[in-house]
């Protein structure tokens, strides 16, 4: 099992940053992925951004360029720096880890609230 604990959401103006951040703990060595997803009110969940063990980041088109994807396997963290925040970018934010075996787990989620 992997538990994954995110933290850094809230409250922002248009055009401004914030930092989410995920601690993944338990099976960790099994996780291949991790990631964000976002889901807003009346809308389907869909992927923001996501890293693979070796490095490799795929973004969301409508993210690219304001969003960074990171990850610090010494502290078994990913993050996500937001810049450029947008209204559109109000939801729910999700870490994501996937398993080398393809279970998914998910974290509890965070508001991201971004006011124009």
């Known amino acids: 099992q992997v538990q994954l604990v995110e933290s850094g959401g809230g409250l922002v103006q248009a055009g401004g940053s914030l930092r989410l951040s995920c601690a993944a703990s338990?099976?960790?060595?099994?996780?291949?992925?991790m990631g964000w997803y976002r889901q807003a009110p009346g809308k389907q969940r869909e992927l923001v951004a996501n890293i693979n063990s070796g490095g490799s980041t795929n973004y969301a088109d409508s993210v690219k360029g304001r969003f960074t994807i990171s990850r610090d396997n010494t502290k078994n963290t990913v993050y996500l720096q937001m810049n450029s925040l947008k209204a559109e970018d109000t939801a729910v934010y999700y870490c994501?880890?996937?398993?080398?075996?393809?279970?998914?787990?998910w974290g509890q989620g965070t508001q991201v609230t971004v006011s124009s």
């Open positions: 338990g099976s960790i060595f099994s996780i291949n992925v």
């Open positions: 994501h880890a996937l398993s080398s075996v393809h279970y998914n787990f």
